[in-house]
């Protein structure tokens, strides 16, 4: 397959650790904020989302931190698979439901 | 359910030609976005098109580019003539929210990737 991005930022995490992707946001009107996971060659999958009320939202393996003070946001994956390797993106969502992305950051976890 | 379907996968093209690219929505999801992806970079937002008006093209280099959405379901991007740096991955996404709260999540295709030499 294809690879979404060569020079991405990449986390290397052993196989049943946790990985933890970070993200800066810079839009203090943002009403959510999103992870998405892409695969290569294919297109970007929802993972988690939280709303700016929030701090913390948790899914299936998944936690989403939100530190609205230093604008930042964290996606923690417990127990990480080899099926958890991709690209991951943050985004943060605008009025009108327009998504802009961040920069995204490559896992690779190692079996 | 059926996805975002997309076409054509890839494409390979000389600079000044034009491409097309087309994208059906998951049905009834009223609003469609294309974005496009350059290598190592997050999507970029091009055109939002909500059934057939369009909500936001302010990134859309309409220079060049263009889109519709004539009967508020499929949409096709075109791009004439085309630059270098025009190759990149052209995502399609559809929403079934029009952005007035609640569930919003986007659903996208695998995209359309453009070569231009």
């Known amino acids: 397959g294809e690879s979404v991005g060569l020079h991405l930022p990449t986390l290397s995490v052993q196989e049943g650790d946790n990985s933890i992707i970070n993200c800066a946001y810079s839009?203090?009107?943002?009403?959510?904020f999103i992870w998405y996971k892409q695969e290569s060659g294919k297109g970007p999958q929802f993972i988690i989302d939280?709303?700016?009320?929030?701090d913390k939202r948790q899914g299936q393996r998944v936690t989403v931190l939100l530190n609205k003070t230093v604008k930042h946001l964290s996606l923690q994956i417990a127990a990480t698979q080899p099926g958890d390797s991709a690209v991951y993106f943050c985004?943060?969502?605008?009025?009108?439901?327009?998504?802009?992305f961040g920069g995204g950051t490559r896992v690779l976890v190692k079996p | 359910e059926a996805g975002v379907a997309q076409s054509p996968r890839y494409k390979i093209i000389e600079k000044r030609q034009s491409v097309a690219f087309w994208c059906n929505p998951i049905s009834g999801h009223a609003t469609l976005y294309w974005y496009q992806q350059i290598l190592g970079q997050g999507p970029k937002l091009l055109i939002q098109f909500q059934n057939n008006g369009v909500v936001d093209d302010s990134q859309l280099p309409k220079d060049r580019f263009s889109a519709e959405r004539l009967k508020g379901v499929d949409s096709t991007l075109k791009i004439q003539p085309a630059k270098l740096e025009d190759s990149a991955v052209y995502l399609c996404?559809?929403?079934?929210?029009?952005?007035?709260?609640?569930?919003?999540?986007?659903?996208f295709g695998e995209g359309s990737r453009l070569t231009v030499l």
């Open positions: 985004a943060e969502r605008i009025t009108g439901n327009k998504l802009t």
């Open positions: 939280i709303r700016s009320n929030m």
């Open positions: 839009n203090s009107a943002s009403d959510y």
């Open positions: 996404a559809s929403s079934p929210r029009p952005g007035q709260g609640g569930s919003w999540e986007l659903f």
